[in-house]
């Protein structure tokens, strides 16, 4: 690594640690502003904006390493934030959705055995799969992924139909990560038997 490198990451480091400091002057609070667009696209109680900063910090260490021109640090970093927080919420998108769509017609399908299942996701092996992943999660988690995926309800339909005492930002958060734990068991189970990620 060359000296004008160096030199340039280390007034990275230094612009981050001035950014952060409880002390700064500097128009531009990234924890702030990141949560500000968290917020906007409902994302504040998913991702941790600490989390998005350290992304952005790091992408900007690669670009500098890679020898790209860097005028302004804090418009770069503002930019590479702003792109983190709308791929979060793609990725984000993207997974509900299949989850969603696997969760709502295989457990409609075992609820309602006559009601017919959509055809992409109608195998028995997908059921099956998903049958299996529920176990992983405790009553709790069963009972949020049903209300809320099959069912259809909403989260405050939810906290106002239970016994549930949690705001509605834990609430959501807790069924994110029963989402979580859902998929992830889903995959793994899908992987150890040879199946496919894409359907």
């Known amino acids: 690594m060359n000296a004008k490198i160096e030199k340039h990451l280390e007034e990275l480091d230094r612009l981050i ?21 968290l917020k906007q696209r409902n994302l504040h109680d998913i991702f941790d904006a ?6 952005a910090y790091l992408r900007t260490r690669k670009s500098i390493e890679n020898g790209e021109k860097i005028d302004d640090y804090i418009a770069w970093l503002r930019h590479t934030c702003f792109l983190i927080v709308l791929e979060k919420r793609t990725e984000l998108s993207r997974e509900k959705v299949r989850i969603e769509r696997i969760a709502k017609t295989s457990l409609s399908a075992e609820i309602q055995p006559d009601q017919e299942a959509e055809p992409a996701f109608s195998n028995d092996q997908n059921k099956s799969i998903l049958k299996q992943a529920l176990t992983y999660l405790t009553p709790q988690e069963n009972q949020l992924i049903n209300s809320r995926f099959v069912n259809g309800l909403s989260w405050t339909d939810i906290q106002n139909n239970t016994d549930e005492t949690a705001s509605l930002a834990a609430l959501r958060k807790r069924g994110q990560r029963a989402f979580g734990r859902l998929k992830d068991a889903f995959y793994s189970i899908k992987n150890k038997k040879g199946g496919d990620h894409e359907y």
């Not at 950014?19 to 500000?36: D, E, H, Q, T, V």
């Not at 600490?50 to 992304?55: F, V």
Request: net charge neutral; aromatic share 12%; glycine share 4%.
């Open 17 to 37: 640690i001035s950014l952060l400091s409880p002390g700064s002057i500097a128009p531009f609070k990234p924890l702030l502003w990141i949560n500000y667009h």
């Open 50 to 55: 600490k989390e998005i900063l350290s992304e």
